[in-house]
């Protein structure tokens, strides 16, 4: 069921293990944050929604932007600056004080928006062409898969931060947000060298 073959290709492993990571990421955010916003910050369940939309308007006009982008730099580097981006933000967000102005709270939103549409074009299209032509289905599958990984991982560790942590579990998962993005930062840089390895492709 999982074309393992395809793994022996460090670009494609380093750009599943950057997706998991990235997805992983943008799970612990995306649960925690409505937490976040009405229960640490006492922001109301209206505010709370206006405060989520910078991220995905943010990421919508980034993606066409950095696909664009991706024809001329190397992944590697275009991943590594998005997701260092979006895990700056998440510890901005972590680090927001007791009662933030609604500006301090967007444009920490819009950093996560634009680290992660600048990070994921790029990584879409390193996955898909570090594959043989004739595997494009199996490659597709693992983007589907990581995603899930990533997804649902994060979802249960923001789950496991507001058991261990309390009131203070959506900051905690928010901090673990941005280690996990530093994480696929790293993996996304590594594709550096791998790039320039026999036969690997960029």
Same mark, same amino acid.
């Given at each position: 069921?999982?074309?393992?073959?395809?793994?022996?290709?460090?670009?494609?492993?380093?750009?599943?293990?950057? $997706? %998991? =990571?990235?997805?992983?990421?943008?799970?612990?955010?995306?649960?925690?944050?409505?937490?976040?916003?009405?229960?640490?910050?006492?922001?109301?369940?209206?505010?709370?929604?206006?405060?989520?939309?910078?991220?995905?308007?943010?990421?919508?006009?980034?993606?066409?932007?950095?696909?664009?982008?991706?024809?001329?730099?190397?992944?590697?580097?275009?991943?590594?600056?998005?997701?260092?981006?979006?895990?700056?933000?998440?510890?901005?967000?972590?680090?927001?004080?007791?009662?933030?102005?609604? $500006?301090?709270?967007?444009?920490?939103?819009?950093? =996560?928006?634009?680290?992660?549409?600048?990070?994921?074009?790029?990584?879409?299209?390193?996955?898909?062409?570090? $594959?043989?032509?004739?595997?494009?289905?199996?490659?597709?599958?693992?983007?589907?898969?990581?995603?899930?990984?990533?997804?649902?991982?994060?979802?249960?560790?923001?789950?496991? =931060?507001?058991?261990?942590?309390?009131?203070?579990?959506?900051?905690?998962?928010?901090?673990?947000?941005?280690?996990?993005?530093?994480?696929? =930062?790293? %993996?996304?840089?590594?594709?550096?060298? $791998?790039?320039?390895?026999?036969?690997?492709?960029?």
């Amino acid at each position: 069921m999982i074309p393992v073959d395809l793994f022996r290709r460090p670009m494609f492993t380093l750009s599943a293990a950057t $997706a %998991m =990571c990235s997805f992983a990421a943008q799970g612990l955010a995306f649960v925690s944050l409505p937490f976040y916003f009405e229960d640490v910050l006492g922001r109301s369940q209206v505010e709370t929604g206006f405060f989520m939309t910078p991220w995905p308007v943010v990421v919508g006009i980034m993606a066409p932007i950095a696909g664009r982008l991706s024809d001329r730099y190397p992944v590697g580097i275009l991943g590594g600056l998005g997701l260092a981006l979006m895990g700056a933000g998440l510890a901005l967000l972590a680090m927001l004080p007791a009662s933030p102005d609604i $500006a301090d709270i967007i444009w920490r939103m819009g950093v =996560c928006g634009l680290g992660f549409g600048f990070y994921q074009a790029p990584n879409l299209k390193a996955l898909m062409s570090s $594959a043989p032509p004739g595997r494009s289905g199996s490659a597709s599958g693992i983007v589907a898969t990581a995603r899930l990984i990533g997804q649902t991982s994060g979802a249960a560790l923001a789950a496991l =931060c507001f058991v261990l942590a309390g009131r203070n579990g959506p900051t905690f998962a928010l901090t673990l947000g941005a280690g996990f993005a530093t994480l696929g =930062c790293i %993996m996304s840089l590594l594709r550096l060298g $791998a790039a320039s390895g026999p036969g690997a492709q960029r």
